[in-house]
């Protein structure tokens, strides 16, 4: 069974920055895709970011395009996004995925079958 863990959430003024971390046990899922989410305050799961298996390709939200950078670490099992010009409409909780075709990368949250618990951002303005 896969487990993924986010880390890395917490408080910061708009403008700041935060870097998330989405480690993995388990089977290794360097063979897959994988995937941030996000998940505001009475909204519906969102997608924030995709890299594929080799991180040839990467996708993004148009909302935190030129802002967040998605990238992973396959030799210890850790997808990263990087967070920065942080604003409050950003607060939610970030949720990383894996799963999906493997010869790109989802957007799609029915793609993914592996979910880590969250973690919290919250930006103040």
């Known amino acids: 069974q896969v487990l993924l863990v986010e880390s890395g959430g917490g408080l910061v003024q708009a403008g700041g920055s935060l870097r998330l971390s989405c480690a993995a046990s388990?089977?290794?899922?360097?063979?897959?895709?994988r995937g941030w989410f996000r998940q505001g305050p009475g909204k519906e799961r969102e997608f924030v970011a995709a890299?594929?298996?080799?991180?040839?390709?990467?996708y993004y939200a148009d909302s935190v395009k030129g802002r967040f950078t998605i990238s992973r670490d396959n030799a210890k099992n850790t997808v990263y996004l990087q967070m920065n010009s942080l604003k409050p409409e950003d607060t939610a909780v970030y949720y990383c995925?894996?799963?999906?075709?493997?010869?790109?990368?989802?957007?799609?949250?029915?793609?993914?079958?592996?979910w880590g618990q969250g973690t919290q951002v919250t930006i103040s303005s």
């Open positions: 995925a894996a799963g999906g075709p493997l010869t790109t990368a989802s957007v799609r949250t029915s793609d993914y079958r592996s």
């Open positions: 388990g089977r290794t899922l360097s063979r897959y895709p």
């Open positions: 890299i594929s298996i080799n991180a040839g390709s990467t």
